[in-house]
């Protein structure tokens, strides 16, 4: 590759917009001036760091403000300059980008002090405010984890685990499929090494022994779509090194992830998106219980597709994925997807965008609910930052729940009558007890009401574990007690 410099970067910016070429240049020469003298690890000069930074984020398309917040984005930590000389050299809001970045890097997750733990919620609650704070942050610590062979064995540890908790969620929670990913498997590669090589190798074996096999299957598809006039582009993809591990030590077998391999089929308009599906089956049999629509029940992070996974040439399992192109984009980047599906300063259609991912309310309910930090804290672990169940309405709409909810967690995700008129519930056709009951994956609820009925019992509110039912339930005890 050729070696990053600012004009690399520029030209990078220039084919997606005019404006803004001047104030990055500027950015640029404020904060190599600022970062002179300093070197990383690696002994390259510091500069080199937060340029990364920006070129990562002008892949997305980034505007103005967050190309120049991203050069800064040290500079308050590292030198002398105040979040108000920005404002003043700049504007407002890349001062307050570079203050909320500042911020994030003093986020300490696993810490009790008092001090940690408010700074921690600002941070958290900081993404409801401006969430280009969380992404510039986020390609911040993809150019840490790619650049991290420099730093000392316990660094490479502390800044990997940190990474799994908490930036890869949040890159899901985001959408960010591609960032995601590529973080899970470098922070695999630093925490446990060995099990790296050995997954890295398994999955370049798979891919060399499949080849044939997809490329075949892929060829087919394409031929059958083309003689229906389908405008369509294929990309065939093997499940990361995380997720492959996380699968095998789980218990599956290679013959049995059905989403070892993938074709993503992209076409122009959502109607080619049905049309192809109902192609493919016409040629290689689906697994009947694994059709997803995601396109008319997007997932909780906006994600967008139709899944099925077939038995391709030789009989081989291949999940396909089927989106436009648009979607496709927010597979890959989720919410910074709008730096380029809408060009120029793009705070406002990002935060309002932010409003349909489940993330955004499951956090501001929590900072409702919770006054103290420290509980705050701990339930953004457990109910945000925790492996989740993915559940269906009898509609086939999924509704996604923090491990280890109950039906109650589920009946006011979907809404307040549905939770105060419960009166039982139908998990897979079968009737279960709604207070001991706890979700598994895939699991299809049907719950049953009464408008007579009398409201939550009051032990619900402790059998509850999302913020949402507990906050409905208490609503729900509270109002009774005036009338009474
Ligand atoms: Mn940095």
């Given at each position: 590759m050729e070696e990053l410099s600012i004009d690399l970067l520029l030209d990078a910016v220039a084919r997606y917009q005019k404006e803004g070429l001047d104030s990055i240049k500027k950015a640029y020469l404020l904060a190599e001036k600022l970062h002179d003298g300093q070197k990383r690890q690696s002994g390259e000069p510091y500069i080199i760091h937060p340029l990364s930074v920006a070129f990562i984020l002008s892949q997305m398309h980034a505007d103005t403000d967050t190309i120049c917040a991203a050069l800064l984005h040290d500079t308050i930590e590292d030198s002398s300059i105040t979040k108000e000389e920005i404002a003043l050299l700049f504007n407002p809001q890349v001062a307050k980008l570079v203050d909320g970045v500042t911020k994030i890097s003093k986020l300490?997750?696993?810490?009790?002090e008092e001090q940690n733990l408010a700074n921690t919620r600002k941070i958290i609650l900081s993404l409801t405010e401006d969430v280009r704070i969380i992404i510039i942050k986020l390609a911040d610590r993809l150019h840490n984890m790619r650049t991290l062979?420099?730093?000392s064995r316990f660094k490479q540890q502390e800044n990997a685990l940190e990474t799994l908790e908490l930036f890869a969620p949040l890159a899901y929670y985001l959408g960010a499929y591609t960032i995601k990913n590529e973080l899970e498997d470098l922070s695999l590669r630093y925490l446990e090494p060995k099990l790296y090589d050995n997954y890295q190798k398994k999955r370049q074996k798979l891919e060399k022994d499949a080849k044939n096999i997809l490329l075949t299957t892929k060829d087919h598809i394409q031929e059958k779509l083309e003689e229906h006039k389908i405008n369509n582009h294929i990309q065939i993809r093997i499940k990361n090194i995380f997720g492959l591990y996380k699968k095998l030590d789980a218990g599956y077998s290679l013959n049995t992830i059905h989403d070892l391999f993938a074709l993503k089929v992209i076409t122009e308009k959502v109607e080619d998106c049905y049309l192809s599906l109902g192609l493919i089956h016409s040629i290689y049999p689906p697994?009947?219980?694994?059709?997803?629509d995601y396109i008319c029940n997007p997932k909780t992070n906006y994600y967008q597709s139709l899944h099925t996974t077939i038995y391709g040439e030789n009989n081989r399992l291949v999940q396909i994925q089927i989106r436009t192109q648009d979607m496709d984009k927010i597979a890959n980047y989720g919410i910074m997807t709008y730096f380029d599906l809408y060009q120029g300063q793009t705070r406002e259609i990002m935060q309002e965008k932010l409003k349909r991912y489940q993330f955004y309310h499951s956090l501001l309910e929590i900072d409702e609910v919770l006054g103290d930090n420290q509980d705050f804290v701990k339930q953004v672990k457990r109910e945000l930052f925790t492996e989740k169940v993915h559940t269906f309405t009898p509609d086939g709409d999924i509704i996604e729940l923090p491990k280890g909810s109950s039906i109650i967690d589920f009946a006011y995700s979907l809404s307040e009558d549905i939770g105060n008129t419960m009166i039982g519930a139908c998990v897979n056709g079968s009737m279960v007890p709604i207070e001991e009951y706890t979700l598994k994956t895939k699991d299809r609820v049907h719950i049953i009401t009464d408008e007579l009925a009398y409201g939550p019992k009051e032990k619900w509110y402790h059998l509850a574990k999302t913020t949402r039912a507990k906050k409905l339930i208490k609503s729900f005890q509270e109002k009774e007690h005036l009338n009474r």
């Open positions: 300490n997750f696993s810490s009790k062979q420099y730093k697994i009947n219980e694994r059709f997803k």
